[in-house]
Each structure stands twice: as structure tokens, then as C-alpha cells.
């Protein structure tokens, strides 16, 4: 099967590209700028095509040599949820990317959007609930969908809409907690600062996140918005306490330094049923 990956370069997208290579496809790579797949140990083995989707193709399929499928991973500006540009550059950008591409003959569509989707809703998250995002990044990932729902009523294509819920891993944003506290353990430092990690949140490793993106790729059973998460929640704290504990390292945790963030609720996670019942059907 001939896939294309968009953002392949990035924090999943390298994963996903490694993982479809083991299991022998044919990778067409694309990213915005060429010199950042020099960095990965998989740029021999792929087609790796450049492309700013911002600049106008009469033909995007043609352009990527016709995939049997594409796993858009590329969004810009991350992890600046609030700015605007999210809404007013990325949203109309990726549509105009995608309906093009899907207008010219692409069959196969996984686009990958956030939990945040949901808002601030607390406690368990499905898929048919009502979407309240309440910031802009959130927004425009809400808002494409909707497009591309609507354009699935005039084009015949699949379409699965991952929300991505947390990660972690090799190569994740060095804001990140888990970032910050390698950084911390590595730089000798004495305390950790953080909030005041009660938060309840979804994590999965970024290896895991890349097996259920491809599986969920490769079916077409199960369409439409799809959970990609644990379905099993876990405090920030006791997320920190069990990195430190599979290092076999102490540091003194500063609890309560930073506030909450304002753009999440305290407590949700998702529901896994419609992952699940992909997993079943693909061990």
C-alpha cells in the first residue's frame, strides 16, 4: 500500500513513518521544511516529497504520486492553543489541502484532531458527545472536521478523525512535564516545580500512539471520530512519581508552584470502545 504521511518529520509523524516501513509499505514522507528529515535514521527508505500546503497545486494527488491513503499529521504553531492563527491561517490552509486532494481521487482520509475538541467537560469523553472547544487551536480542529464532514457527503472517501488525547516519549515538546523533568534530573537540580498534580488525564507512550493511528488507518470498518487513548485516567502526580520510579531516581517535587491551566478541566479521559472494537478486529 502506497501511504502518504504529511508532518512526517514531526514528534508522531516520525514514529508512524518507522512503523509503516517495518511492515513493509511504500512511505511517500512530506514536510515543510527538507533539511529536518536528515535527523531520522528512516530518510533512505522513504519517498520524502517536500511541501508548504500553503502554495497553490492545481493537483495534490498527482502531486504525491497518487496514495492508496494519507495520514495528515502537519498542523503549524503547536503548542500555542490560544493564538489565532490557528483559526485564521491552519484552519482554511489544510481545508483547501485536503479538499483538493480528496477532490482529485484520494480515497482514504485520517486526520488527526485533539481531545481538547471536547472542552471542558469532565469525567469520560465519547465520541458522540457536543464539542465545546474554548480555544482557538481547538476550534479550528472542531471546525475542520465539520468540513470535511460535510465535503464527505459530495466526494466518496473514508474518513477517520483521530482525537489525539496525551503523550509522551522521545522527541515530545520540551514544554512538555516529562521534558521538564528529564531536563530537571539531567541539569542536578534539587526540586521540581509543578502544579498541583491532581489533574486527572489520558496518557499513552508515542509508540502506542503510532500503532493505533496506523491500525486505525489501515481498516475502514470503523469510521468517523475516533478516541485515540487509554481509557484508563492517571493524576499528573502519579504520572511524575512512576517516571522517577522507572528510573530509579528521586527529586524533591515542588507542588502547587504553577496554577491549573485554564484551557483544560481537571479531570477527563477518554472512552476506548470504538478504539477497542478496532483493536479486536486487528491484534
Not at 49 to 73: A, G, R, T, V, W
Request: aromatic share 12%; net charge positive.
Amino acid at each position: 500500500m502506497k501511504i502518504l504521511v504529511t508532518g512526517a518529520t514531526g514528534f508522531i509523524g516520525s514514529y508512524v513513518v518507522r512503523l509503516l516501513l517495518n511492515q513493509k509499505h511504500n512511505v511517500i514522507a512530506s514536510g515543510k521544511f527538507p533539511e529536518e528529515i536528515k535527523a531520522h535514521d528512516w530518510a533512505s527508505h522513504v519517498q520524502y516529497i517536500p511541501c508548504d500546503i500553503n502554495k497553490n497545486q492545481s493537483n495534490f494527488f498527482e502531486f504525491f504520486q497518487e496514495p492508496d491513503s494519507l495520514i495528515h499529521l502537519a498542523w503549524e504553531g503547536l503548542p500555542n492553543y490560544k493564538e489565532l492563527f490557528h483559526m485564521e491561517t491552519n484552519l482554511f490552509s489544510h481545508y483547501r489541502f485536503l479538499k483538493n486532494i480528496l477532490n482529485n481521487g484520494l480515497k482514504n482520509l485520517l486526520v488527526t484532531g485533539t481531545c481538547l475538541e471536547y472542552g471542558k467537560q469532565n469525567g469520560p469523553l465519547n465520541e458522540s458527545m457536543e464539542t465545546k472547544p474554548d480555544n482557538s487551536y481547538a476550534l479550528a480542529k472542531d471546525t475542520l472536521r465539520k468540513f470535511l464532514e460535510q465535503l464527505e457527503k459530495k466526494i466518496d472517501f473514508k474518513l477517520k478523525w483521530i482525537r489525539l488525547f496525551f503523550m509522551y516519549g522521545k522527541g515530545q515538546n520540551p514544554n512538555s512535564i516529562l521534558s521538564q523533568l528529564e531536563k530537571a534530573l539531567k541539569n542536578g537540580e534539587t526540586e521540581f516545580r509543578m502544579s498541583g498534580g491532581e489533574q486527572l488525564r489520558d496518557y499513552l507512550p508515542v509508540q502506542k500512539v503510532a500503532e493505533y493511528i496506523v491500525k486505525i488507518a489501515k481498516q475502514d470498518q470503523v469510521t468517523g471520530i475516533i478516541n485515540c487513548c487509554s481509557g484508563t485516567p492517571i493524576s499528573i502526580r502519579k504520572l511524575v512519581e512512576d517516571y522517577l520510579d522507572k528510573k530509579k531516581t528521586s527529586i524533591h517535587l515542588n507542588l502547587g508552584y504553577y496554577p491549573y491551566p485554564d484551557y483544560e478541566p481537571m479531570e477527563f479521559w477518554g472512552d476506548a470502545t470504538k478504539l477497542n472494537k478496532i483493536l479486536s478486529k486487528n491484534p
